[in-house]
């Protein structure tokens, strides 16, 4: 639950303080102060991502198992039946 929390504040973060849109030297040629917001944004969702992945695992069935056991362990690092990882 907590990487969830952390994803939303991430993707709220990145909305409502890292708006790049707005700067008016986003897409002026040289340097530009709203590119560099442009990548902090991008920092923003790559982080909500990395939580999203903690919260649902990194397999397909990863939502449906936190519907169904909502507080229990993704167990990113066990090892699948097939013997690969």
Do not use: I
Not at 13 to 18: G, I, P, Q, V
Not at 52 to 65: C, K
Request: with cysteine; aromatic share 16%.
């Amino acid at each position: 639950m907590a990487a969830l929390v952390l994803a939303g504040y991430c993707v709220v973060t990145a909305l409502l303080w890292k708006q790049f849109w707005k700067t008016p030297d986003f897409r002026l040629r040289g340097t530009s102060g709203g590119r560099e917001v442009f990548w902090d944004f991008l920092k923003n969702l790559a982080l909500a991502g990395g939580f999203l992945a903690l919260a649902f695992g990194a397999s397909a069935a990863g939502w449906q198992g936190f519907v169904a056991h909502p507080l229990a362990s993704s167990h990113p690092y066990a090892q699948s039946p097939t013997g690969g990882r």
